[in-house]
């Protein structure tokens, strides 16, 4: 599976639109790209998962480039309880190799 | 539905010592995942199981073992359990093995220290 990269940390303005980066320049065309969360010591949450287009869910919107190097998470209006680390992953089927990543830590401030 | 669920939440044991951890999920999904997380780290898959009567080693297997009690059931044994496993350990399902479409569920993890 390919190797995403992730921003370590970032902060967003409660209300305002979080952005959060993903860089997964050596994807192949079947792996898709996962977004999951994990708010404090709890199990990692699903976000929204693609291949090529666009998706959007109730939690948020998966944004992927047309060459499928990068994708971005877009939550629309963050809140206090979107503060989580955010994990972007890359994954084509192969259990052995789902590699997680350190995340980006998403802090959202009042 | 329950979800997946993990006992027990928390567990102290001294070096040398065996445990089990234990894994159920009711959504009657095909795979089931056992990862560790220790501070500041990301996930790492120890085994899992692509489907019941399958297991198979993930990233970091040393020193576990697992079985794939049934379809719902999947438990993580440390036989002789050394400081270097103390982590947070979080079982996870899925509907199906492949990448395709659906997600991994996880449980609430539960908290080794190894003294």
């Known amino acids: 599976d390919a190797k995403t990269t992730q921003p370590t940390s970032m902060d967003c303005a409660e209300g305002r639109a979080a952005n959060l980066p993903c860089n997964h320049s050596?994807?192949?065309?079947?792996?898709?790209v996962y977004w999951y969360r994990q708010i404090h010591s709890q199990g990692p949450q699903y976000i929204i998962h693609?291949?090529?287009?666009?998706e959007t869910n109730e939690m948020a919107s998966l944004i992927i480039t047309e060459d499928r190097k990068s994708s971005t998470l877009i939550l629309p209006h963050a809140t206090l309880r979107d503060t989580a680390v955010y994990y972007c992953?890359?994954?084509?089927?192969?259990?052995?190799?789902?590699?997680w990543g350190l995340g980006t830590s998403l802090a959202v401030n009042p | 539905n329950a979800g997946v669920t993990q006992t027990p939440k928390f567990q102290v044991l001294k070096t040398g010592q065996s445990m089990t951890l234990q894994c159920a999920q009711d959504?009657?999904?095909?795979?089931m995942y056992w990862y560790r997380q220790d501070p500041g780290m990301g996930l790492r898959l120890i085994y899992y199981?692509?489907?019941?009567?399958?297991?198979d080693k993930g990233e970091v297997p040393n020193g576990y073992n697992v079985s794939r009690l049934n379809k719902r059931e999947f438990s993580l044994r440390l036989e002789s359990a050394a400081p270097s496993q103390t982590s947070v350990y979080f079982c996870?399902?899925?509907?199906?093995?492949?990448?395709?479409?659906?997600?991994?569920?996880f449980g609430p993890g539960t908290r080794l220290t190894v003294l």
């Open positions: 996870a399902s899925r509907q199906l093995a492949g990448a395709g479409y659906n997600e991994q569920f």
């Open positions: 959504m009657n999904h095909n795979s």
């Open positions: 199981s692509a489907s019941e009567g399958t297991t």
């Open positions: 050596t994807i192949s065309g079947n792996e898709y």
């Open positions: 693609g291949l090529k287009n666009n």
């Open positions: 992953i890359a994954h084509a089927g192969n259990n052995r190799k789902l590699i």
